[in-house]
Structures are given as C-alpha cells and as structure tokens.
C-alpha cells in the first residue's frame, strides 16, 4: 500500500489546516492514523481511525483535531484547528506496520 499525503502549508496561530490522505490499495479493515515529526524530536502518534470508525487522539490534540475517514475512496483526513507554533512538524499518514507516505510539512507561525 501507498499513502500520499496533501494538505499541509503555513498558517498562523490559531488559524485551520487540512490533511488528507490517499492509499493506492484497499485499506477497508484496516486502522489508518497520523504521526508528526519535529525537527530534532522523535516521530509522534497523533490521531488514528478504525474501520468502524472508532478514533484515537494524543493527548496534545484532543479537541483541536478531527480524524475522518472514507473507506470508498481509501482515504484518511485530519483536520486540525486551533493550531499552536508547536504543532510544527512534518506529518506523516500511516497503516500499521510499516507503511508511511512521504510527509507534508505543516507551519504554524506565533
């Protein structure tokens, strides 16, 4: 499976982003989330969404961000409000185990 991610960009604090996430295979029964990566930091878990369509959320995000998905269309979507200058980071789609797409950076500015 291949994850391919859009949607990042440079935004003010306090302002919205998008992320989507397509899948070049059939990702139905499987558990699709979202990493972020700082520089200098380790890899962190932010969001992930099960086919029934049960939802994880780090602690960080937890009422600022949504995570959404469309299993016709293999895709999975993170909307992220109320941004803060640490949510900085290249964010990364992912489908447990190993598969990662290539990461879109997302700024926030103070």
């Known amino acids: 499976v291949q994850l391919v991610e859009s949607g990042g960009g440079l935004v003010q604090a306090g302002g919205s982003l998008s992320l989507s996430c397509i899948a070049s295979?059939?990702?139905?029964?499987?558990?699709l989330g979202w990493f972020r990566q700082a520089p200098g930091k380790d890899r962190d878990f932010v969001a992930a969404i099960a086919r029934s369509g049960a939802t994880a959320y780090a602690h960080f995000v937890t009422g600022r961000f949504t995570i959404s998905r469309d299993n016709a269309k293999n895709t999975v979507s993170l909307q992220m409000n109320s941004l803060k200058p640490e949510d900085t980071a290249v964010y990364y789609c992912?489908?447990?185990?190993?598969?990662w797409g290539q990461g879109t950076q997302v700024t926030v500015s103070s």
């Open positions: 992912h489908r447990p185990p190993a598969s």
């Open positions: 295979g059939d990702t139905t029964n499987d558990v």
